[in-house]
């Protein structure tokens, strides 16, 4: 496990691109370390939920934005009392950079995985869940590549194992897992 300052990474991409999985195993890697899914924030909400859709009802986009809010929060907590954070979630379009805003931490980093409609069709298939609500995987694939601002680490895990992408992340922020 790595010793180091602790940080937050910001892993996000579409539905299926490999966020959880990543971000649960680059938790792993640190000595002291929380993974923050966005889901799981969401899932807080008991009664009254709106749920993002390509055709977003009324309040839908105001409860992503207050997941987005809390998710880093308790990022930000948790990095004051030593942990390592890693939060995964869908952030894409102009909501990257508000996640971004939100963190205000010289350690902070962002990880956009960026692998290919194909790849994502068939960890779509296989995962037994379907994030796409109403859009298609080529409209969410083309509002992350053309959309996105520019910022952070894009990784595209397209020909990766989770381990590696997850080493490519340590390696390109310059932190080396002990072991």
């Given amino acids: 496990m ?47 939920k709106v749920l993002m859709s390509s055709e977003p009802k009324p309040g839908a986009l105001e409860q992503l934005y207050l997941r987005y809010r809390q998710a880093a929060m308790l990022a930000q907590s948790y990095l004051e009392t030593g942990f390592t954070v890693v939060w995964q979630d869908n952030c894409f379009g102009a909501a990257l950079q508000y996640c971004a805003d939100l963190i205000r931490h010289d350690s902070f980093g962002v990880v956009v995985l960026t692998p290919g409609v194909e790849v994502i069709r068939q960890r779509n298939a296989a995962r037994g869940k379907d994030g796409y609500a109403g859009y298609t995987i080529e409209e969410l694939d083309k509002s992350l590549r053309v959309e996105t601002p520019r910022i952070g680490i894009w990784i595209d895990s397209s020909g990766q194992t989770p381990d590696q992408t997850v080493n490519e992340i340590l390696e390109r922020t310059k932190l080396k897992p002990d072991g």
Avoid: Y
């Fill in 2 to 48: 790595e010793t180091v300052k602790p940080r937050i990474f910001l892993i996000t991409g579409i539905p299926a691109s490999g966020k959880s999985t990543v971000g649960q195993l680059l938790a792993q890697h640190f000595a002291k370390a929380v993974h923050i899914d966005g889901d799981a924030i969401n899932s807080f909400i008991v009664t009254g």
